[in-house]
């Protein structure tokens, strides 16, 4: 059965900083639903309560009907939820290979895992040349694959996305859009997209909520935020 996750009314602070006010969220299943905001807006902070690794001080977090909010990170991942992390933070000493295999780490050991890895080869064609590379030479593009397809290598049904364009070329920047359009459409996962390009994040998504401080101050679906006079003023610079 397909599960929806829900975030509901979550308070996040750093200290005296408070991050989040009372955010309220849903992403059904197979949907991509996009998080735009400018810099300090709670994006990030949203996706790390999500995550388990800023717990909220007020609020509840729920996938599938179970609430997740005060589970660890490695029992959310568990419950079927994954990230792929602002920076890409692959581990740049270990190879293609061994970043895939870090990924997988709930699976056991065997043919299972390798044939894992093997479906991240066919997905990201040009991580299967560099399968022996060491991950800190790849590109910023490359990178950025590898740390979405290790985030795949837990078999997750939410794909959490924090910042995939960020420092890429133009050209790469679209075909990364492309590949999370493929990976919505053909793995059936709910992505959350969390994205400074408010363009690609608008065209790419069902469904967008835009933050302002901590709050959501705009919520709809991405085609007609898009439309909207102020999101075109604030963040598409139309």
Known sequence: MS???????????????VAISGISL?????????????????????LRAIMGLRSPSQGEISFGGV????????????????????GRRVFPR??????????????PQGSSLHASVERMFGFFPKLKQRRDQMAGLLSG???QMLAIARALMAAPKVLLLDEPSLGLAPIMVQEIGRLI?????????????????ANLALRLCHYAYVLENGRIALSGPGAELAKSDYVQRAYLGV
């Open 3 to 17: 599960k929806a996750l829900q975030v509901r009314d979550i308070h996040v602070e750093y200290g005296h900083r």
């Open 26 to 46: 849903d992403v059904a299943p197979a949907q991509i639903v996009s998080l735009v905001g400018s810099n300090g807006a709670g994006k990030t902070s949203t």
């Open 67 to 86: 609430r997740i909010d005060k589970m660890s990170p490695p029992d959310i991942v568990s419950q079927g939820i994954a990230l792929s992390p602002e």
């Open 94 to 107: 270990m190879t293609v290979h061994d970043n895939l295999l870090v990924g997988g780490y709930l699976q």
């Open 141 to 143: 593009g490359e990178q």
């Open 181 to 197: 359009e493929t990976i919505n459409r053909e793995q059936g996962l709910s992505i959350v997209l969390v994205e400074q390009n």
